[in-house]
C-alpha cells in the first residue's frame, strides 16, 4: 500500500471545512447555483482522500456535482458519483490515524505561520516568496458570506480531521517556540509578514 511506504513522510495543509468548501463552490461553480446543497454533495471529501481514495477524488466530485446536479439531469447512478455521496463515516477512523502519521501538519487559516514552523522543525532557507499566494482565486461571491451560509450544514467527518490537524499543530507551535518573534528570526528575509502580526 502506498501509504505504508511513505508513512512518517507525508506533509498537509488542512482547511476549516467551511471555508473549504466555500473556496470549491467559488471555484467550480463560479459562485452559481445553491452552496448548501454543494456543500452537502461534497461532505467528507476530505476524510475519504485521507482514508486512501485517490487524490483526484474531491477534485472529481466538485466537477460531477457541476456537471451533473447544478445542471439539474440529477444523475449519481454512476459508479464515480456513487463513491462521491457515499458515507465517510466508515473513512473517518482511519483518517485520523492516517494524519498521526504526517511528517507536517499547517493549517490555511494559519499560513504564513505554518510556512515558519514547517522550517522551526526541518530547517533550510526560508524564502520570501513562500508567502505569496500564487493561485490566487476569483471571489465570485464573498467566501466569508459563504462559509456562515453553511455554518448549520456542518461537515462532522471532515471537521474531526480539522480538529486533529489542528490540535497537531497547535503542539508543535508550542513544542518548537514558534511566534511572531521567533519567526522573524526564522525567517529574516521575510521578517515583514510577521511584524505586522505584532
Not at 456543500?39 to 485521507?50: C, E, I, N, Q
Not at 522573524?184 to 502580526?197: G, L, S
Request: hydrophobic share 40%.
Amino acid at each position: 500500500e502506498s501509504f505504508s511506504s511513505w508513512n512518517g513522510h507525508f506533509v498537509g495543509l488542512f482547511r476549516e471545512p467551511a471555508n473549504r468548501a466555500a473556496s470549491a463552490f467559488n471555484h467550480f461553480m463560479e459562485g452559481k447555483g445553491n452552496i448548501t446543497e454543494f456543500a452537502d454533495f461534497s461532505k467528507g471529501l476530505v476524510t475519504k482522500l485521507l482514508a486512501g481514495d485517490k487524490g483526484y477524488t474531491p477534485v472529481h466530485c466538485e466537477f460531477l456535482y457541476r456537471d451533473h446536479f447544478a445542471n439539474w439531469t440529477r444523475d449519481c447512478t454512476s459508479y464515480y458519483c456513487q463513491q462521491c455521496i457515499r458515507s465517510p463515516e466508515n473513512d473517518l477512523p482511519k483518517a485520523l490515524q492516517r494524519l498521526k502519521g504526517f511528517a507536517f501538519v499547517g493549517l490555511v487559516e494559519h499560513f504564513d505561520l505554518s510556512v515558519c514552523l514547517f522550517h522551526a522543525m526541518f530547517g533550510g532557507k526560508c524564502f520570501p516568496v513562500e508567502f505569496v499566494n500564487m493561485r490566487k482565486g476569483v471571489e465570485h461571491q464573498d467566501p466569508a458570506q459563504l462559509a456562515s451560509t453553511i455554518s448549520s450544514h456542518e461537515d462532522p467527518y471532515d471537521r474531526a480531521v480539522y480538529n486533529a490537524a489542528a490540535e497537531i499543530f497547535w503542539q508543535n507551535v508550542q513544542r518548537f517556540d514558534v511566534n511572531t518573534a521567533t519567526c522573524a528570526r526564522i525567517c529574516p528575509d521575510a521578517a515583514h509578514v510577521f511584524e505586522r502580526a505584532l
